[in-house]
């Protein structure tokens, strides 16, 4: 019971990689707020019935769960998010943040509303549900956040300009979150994963590449994310901050940061 009487927030918890992490925080004795807003892969509609079937399946395996129906990407979203964690189990001690869309276009043909959407919901959500609870955290001195970038924006991939510049700029926020909570105790890491979701799905495979790509991914399960975010959870992993890590099946890496490489420097300027 690695997380007992820990309380945790999960994002975008009702399907794919969300989904396991929320199961599996739950086993190591979490109590977590499963929130989804439940949209179609095009981001319409607002079922309920996802985030529902997730808390159901904690609650069935002797877990405590509660759900949470709102979007990400505004702060009072983010508030009212936090607060379902605070009304049902009293603190909140981690988030991940997991919501997630793709709106892929090639930048010649994006539109504003393609971009906006992929913004305000990876990277104004991420800010979102971080603003809401690190004064929680900040206050009890403990508390872990875990935010989930792609290799989109750590490395670049063909029409995805919103997405990688959301998740790249998730990677400098996960860093000076790190910073300004180092001294309360509460670290901030990026997991990039790799797995087929419904997201993956819908990724063009006009190309032979990106064929390819994606048939790799298929073979490549969600639930090989979660045990790493329950580790960055836990007390064990205290010292860890401000890294990113891949998961990809039952591989995890740790990427570099971006420093300079070369250097000239001339004295007359
Ligand atoms: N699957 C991959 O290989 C992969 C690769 C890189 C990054 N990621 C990231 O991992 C995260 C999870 O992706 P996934 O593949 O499991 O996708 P998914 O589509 O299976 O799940 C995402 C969930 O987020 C929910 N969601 C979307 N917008 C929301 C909002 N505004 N508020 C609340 N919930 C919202 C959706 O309803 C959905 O249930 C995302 O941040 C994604 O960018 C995934």
Redesign the pocket.
């Known amino acids: 019971m690695m997380l007992k009487d820990k309380v945790a927030v999960v ?2 918890a ?5 989904r396991e992490i929320a199961l599996l925080l739950a086993k190591h004795g979490a109590k977590v707020v499963v ?5 179609g ?1 095009d ?1 319409a509609g607002d079922a309920r019935g ?1 985030a529902d079937d997730v808390v159901n399946e904690i609650k069935g395996q002797g877990g405590q769960a509660a759900a949470s129906y ?4 505004s702060m009072a ?1 983010g508030q009212r998010i936090v607060q379902t964690a605070l009304d049902h189990f009293g603190h909140v001690d981690i988030v991940v943040n ?4 793709l709106r892929d276009r090639m930048i010649f043909n994006m539109t504003e509303e393609e971009w906006d959407g992929v913004i305000n ?2 990277l104004k ?1 991420t800010f979102a549900v971080t603003r809401a609870a690190v004064p929680h955290m900040r206050e009890r001195k403990w508390g872990r956040i875990i935010n ?5 924006g750590l490395v670049g991939n063909i029409g995805q300009a919103n ?1 990688a510049a959301a ?1 790249l700029g998730i990677v400098g926020f996960t860093k000076v979150v790190a910073l300004d909570m180092a001294r309360y105790n509460v670290t901030a890491n990026c997991i ?9 799905g819908t990724i063009p495979t006009e190309t032979e590449t990106q064929k390819a790509r994606v048939e790799k ?1 298929k073979k ?1 399960s ?1 639930a090989h994310i979660a045990p790493v975010a329950a580790f960055l959870a836990s007390d064990i992993a205290k010292d860890i901050t401000g890294q990113v890590f891949g998961v990809r099946g039952k591989e995890i890496m740790l990427f570099s940061h971006e420093r300079p490489i070369m250097r000239v420097h001339l004295d007359e300027g």
Do not use: E, Q
């Open positions: 994002t975008g009702a399907r794919g990689i969300g929130n989804d807003y439940g949209g892969s981001g996802p709102d979007s990400v990407a979203g997991n919501a997630g869309i919901t990876h959500g989930m970038t792609s290799t989109s997405y998740k990039s994963p790799f797995a087929w979701t419904r997201m993956i991914i490549l969600p």
